[in-house]
């Protein structure tokens, strides 16, 4: 058996090689390591296939999450809620432009952003919702936007771990994940669905005037060189990058498949264990997802509930299998985030969820035996009584 890896990157460039080495060597050829044709490639590649009038790339998903609440004109004290169970670059970027981050509860099967949990969280000072879609799965964007729209605040999505999720609609229709709210950003972090070589993310948008304000903000405010309209950053994807996700675009589909491959193989084998809940499915997809793009396993994440999970993580590194705890600490308890607002009884499911959750490897280059040498250990481990 091959060595498992939690991500496995070097086995993906494998597949990809020739056109990855040959762009990349083009884009040393010509020098454009700034704003070069491939860049406005990629750019024009990934809206077709979104489905989106605007893709502004820039230098990685953090970036992108800032640049969307400095377009839409976000002031000092405006508040903003989230959720409280995810990566800690959501809440960053709202400290940092002294936006007033409100944490929620999360909903204990999909993970995602509670829609009770932001109408109770409501108040004057709400400007915008941030609902990020986590681990692959869309959260609930009919209930979001509903809310949206009868308290007149921005949605920005943040999809940084679910590019190529698709989300159905209660009346049937589908968009793609990062197009339905007002704005949204995604990384190209190395290990995400679509990664680069490098930092890399970006910025959707179907509004026109909004794009046109993000276009300038990426590059120091800057329509023509210069002359400086908006108050901007300097955040740019480099040619290299663009060239290696203009490469990896073609496949996306494809890697997301590979995905939901290993994590129905993952499902299966994990089926009617008591002490093991598997990630739930979207509505209409039943235990198995793999002939639709609902959810695109970014992490394959469990929830162990005989509180053997520290124990589990330190069993599976001992026997060579890499795992991750996403998220072990909530952010309403990080340092850098706590608030006397925060009510510890406000967040059941995410004080629960830091207790039990472990994402297994996760990655399109899986197989069946690295697959049935994982399972078997999770399960003979949480199953003996010792």
Do not use: W
């Given at each position: 058996?091959?060595k498992?890896?939690m991500?496995?990157l070097k086995?993906?460039?494998e ?7 040959s ?6 050829e ?8 491939y ?7 990934l809206?077709?296939y979104?489905?989106?009038?605007h893709v502004?790339?820039c230098?990685n998903?953090t970036d992108?999450l ?10 000092p ?5 989230t959720?409280d ?6 809440v960053?970027?709202i ?8 944490l ?6 999909s993970?995602n ?8 969280a ?12 986590l ?8 209930a979001?936007m509903e809310?949206a729209?009868?308290h007149?605040l921005?949605v920005?999505?943040?999809n940084a771990?679910?590019?190529?999720a698709n989300?159905?609609?209660e009346n049937?229709?589908k968009k793609?994940a990062g197009t339905i709210g007002h704005v949204?950003s995604t ?11 490098g930092?890399?993310?970006a ?8 794009a ?10 800057m329509?023509?060189r210069?002359?400086h ?6 955040s740019?994807?480099d ?8 490469a990896?675009?073609?496949n ?6 590979k ?8 499902n299966?084998a994990?089926?009617?264990q008591?002490?093991?809940v598997?990630p739930?499915?979207?509505k209409?997809?039943?235990?198995i997802?793999?002939d639709c793009?609902?959810h695109?396993?970014?992490q ?13 993580v330190q069993?599976?590194n001992?026997n060579?299998?890499p795992?991750g705890v996403y998220?072990?600490?909530p952010?309403?308890l ?11 009884a406000?967040?059941p ?14 990655h399109?280059e ?5 697959i049935d ?7 003979d ?6």
């Open positions: 058996m091959k498992i890896q991500v496995d086995g993906q460039y597949g990809i090689k020739e056109e990855v080495n762009s990349i060597s083009e884009v040393l010509t020098s454009a390591f700034i704003n070069g044709p860049v406005r490639e990629f750019q024009k590649d809206e077709s979104l489905d989106v009038k502004i790339p230098a998903g992108a800032q640049i969307c609440m400095m377009g839409l004109g976000l002031k004290g405006d508040e903003v809620i959720a169970f995810t990566f800690a670059a959501t960053e970027v400290g940092l432009l002294n936006l007033t981050p409100v929620v509860d999360v909903e204990p099967d993970f952003i509670d829609p009770k949990a932001i109408e109770k409501i108040t004057p000072k709400t400007k915008a919702i941030v609902p990020v879609h681990f692959g799965q869309c959260a609930n964007m009919d979001i809310i729209d009868k007149n921005y920005i999505e943040d771990q679910a590019i190529g989300y159905t609609f049937g229709d793609k949204a990384s190209f972090f190395p290990s995400k669905n679509l990664g680069c070589y930092d890399g993310g910025i959707f948008t179907n509004d026109d005037d909004l046109h304000i993000i276009r300038g903000m990426v590059n120091h405010g329509y023509k210069y002359y309209d908006v108050v901007g950053v300097n740019r994807l040619s290299i990058q663009a060239a290696v996700l203009k990896k675009l073609p996306l589909d494809a890697y997301n498949t995905r939901k491959e290993a994590a129905s193989k993952y299966r994990f089926k009617d008591a002490n093991i598997t739930q499915m979207p209409g997809c039943g235990d997802c793999v793009d609902c695109v396993f970014h394959y994440t469990l929830r162990i509930l005989n509180e053997k999970r520290d124990s589990l069993h599976l001992d060579g299998v795992c998220y072990p600490v952010l309403h990080q340092k850098a985030y706590k608030d006397e607002r925060y009510n510890e406000d967040f499911v995410t004080n629960q969820l830091v207790k039990e959750v472990i994402s297994l490897p996760m399109t899986l197989d069946d035996e690295q040498f994982i399972t078997n250990l999770v399960i481990f949480v199953n003996n009584p010792s």
